[in-house]
Structure formats: structure tokens, C-alpha cells
């Protein structure tokens, strides 16, 4: 079946530095893919979305890459904060009246 | 604050006891959305309300179930649960049922089934 997945389960990464989270989906047909962050004991936020007409998006201190080849979405966060701590998921929709599919989920951790 | 709010935020229940989830939004949205988000899993939707319709049931079990009765509110009853229902219950609040609107969730409700 079709499946959105991410590739390493946690990510550990020093205040200031970039950090890249990786996603891969499997659904070439889908068209629309969106990045969360989950707080602990919070629920999901919206971080960034992408058209698959598109291949680079950026918003504030994030940049979403999209390479439909290999089907492969990465969040880049700039400049990474301990606020950035959380666990991140892509998700993907193949269609406006279709569910989206959500990824697992990566545990960003940010080192002081 | 997201402007959707959910009651209780933790749930202790047992089997054989009957509860209700409560969600609120505030954003004057027509669509709302409950997920079940389990340890190590992905989001699963469960079901999509729109206009106060039921638009989407995502093949969920009969001992949820959902009610709308307008588009600010939504409930989820649960009866005679099972321990793998214990997870993090998710509300979901959009402009309108299209997955190309932005979601914006609640904190979630974490129920535990003993």
C-alpha cells in the first residue's frame, strides 16, 4: 500500500546549527504535502506546505524541498533553536476530497 | 492557543464504563476532525464532519461514536473500550472538509483503557 514514512527516528542537533528532517512518501500521485511539529502535550502545527508544482518553499527559518523523482520531502530549520525541540511529520494528500496521510513522526532534539 | 479546545485533557476508563470526549472550536470553521494518535504510530484519521454532516468514518469501530451537533462542536462516545484504544485523541478543526485547508488541532485528550 501506499505509505509515508520518515527516515531516522530522532534527530539530535546543537543550538544554532541547520537541521534537515527527512521525509520519503510513496504515492506518486499525490500532490500536496504538508510539515507538522508536535509539542510535547500539544497537537500537531501546521509548519509548511508545498504543491507538487513546486520544488522549494520557504517561510520563516523553514525551507520545504520537494523531489518528486525519488519522491522525498525534507524540512530544513535554520538556525535551530531549543524552541525547535519537538517531533516533526510530513503528511501528504493525493487529492482536495482524500484524507491526508500522515508520516510517524522524527523527535528533534536541540543540544544547549 | 489554536482556538480549539478539548475536555478532559486525560481519561482514565475502564472497559466496561461509558464516557464522552468533548471538542470546541472558535474559528468559526464548518469542518472537524477527530485522529486517534497511538505510541510510535501515525495520525489515524477517524472521522470528518462537515456542515454537520458525517463525511468521512474511517472504517472505526462501533464503540466510537461520534457527534456534531453544530459545526463548533464535537464529541466522541466511547463505550466498552479495549486496552488498545488507549492514545492520544486528536480534534481537528478547518475552514471547510478539504485536506488542502489547514488543520488546526486541539491539544488532544490522552485516554488510558484498563
Known amino acids: 500500500g501506499e505509505s509515508v514514512g520518515l527516515h531516522l527516528p530522532t534527530l539530535s542537533v546543537q543550538e544554532g546549527d541547520n537541521s534537515i528532517i527527512n521525509c520519503a512518501y510513496s504515492?506518486?500521485?499525490?500532490?500536496?504535502f504538508i510539515w507538522y511539529k508536535q509539542e510535547s502535550g500539544k497537537g500537531p502545527q501546521f509548519i509548511i506546505d508545498?504543491?507538487?508544482?513546486?520544488d522549494k518553499r520557504q517561510g520563516q527559518r523553514v525551507t520545504v524541498l520537494l523531489n518528486k523523482t525519488v519522491k522525498h520531502l525534507s524540512l530544513q530549520i535554520a538556525a535551530t533553536q531549543p524552541g525547535d525541540s519537538a517531533v516533526y511529520f510530513c503528511a501528504e494528500n493525493t487529492g482536495a476530497n482524500s484524507k491526508l496521510t500522515f508520516g510517524k513522526g522524527i523527535t528533534l532534539s536541540v543540544r544547549p | 492557543e489554536t482556538g480549539v479546545t478539548q475536555t478532559p485533557r486525560h481519561l482514565v476508563m475502564g472497559m466496561t464504563n461509558k464516557k464522552s470526549l468533548k471538542c470546541e472550536q472558535h474559528?468559526?470553521?464548518?469542518?472537524m476532525y477527530w485522529y486517534k494518535q497511538s505510541a510510535k504510530k501515525p495520525l489515524e484519521l477517524m472521522f470528518v464532519?462537515?456542515?454537520?454532516?458525517?463525511?468521512e468514518n474511517n472504517s472505526v469501530p462501533s464503540r466510537f461514536s461520534p457527534e456534531c451537533p453544530n459545526s463548533s462542536h464535537l464529541f466522541l462516545h466511547l463505550h466498552t473500550l479495549q486496552p488498545e484504544d488507549s492514545a492520544l485523541y486528536l480534534c481537528a478543526s478547518s475552514q471547510q472538509w478539504s485536506s488542502y485547508n489547514e488543520q488546526f488541532f486541539g491539544p488532544g485528550t490522552r485516554l488510558t483503557v484498563l
Open positions: 464532519y462537515n456542515f454537520k454532516e458525517q463525511t
Open positions: 508545498i504543491r507538487s508544482n513546486m
Open positions: 504515492n506518486s500521485a499525490s500532490d500536496y
Open positions: 474559528l468559526g470553521h464548518n469542518a
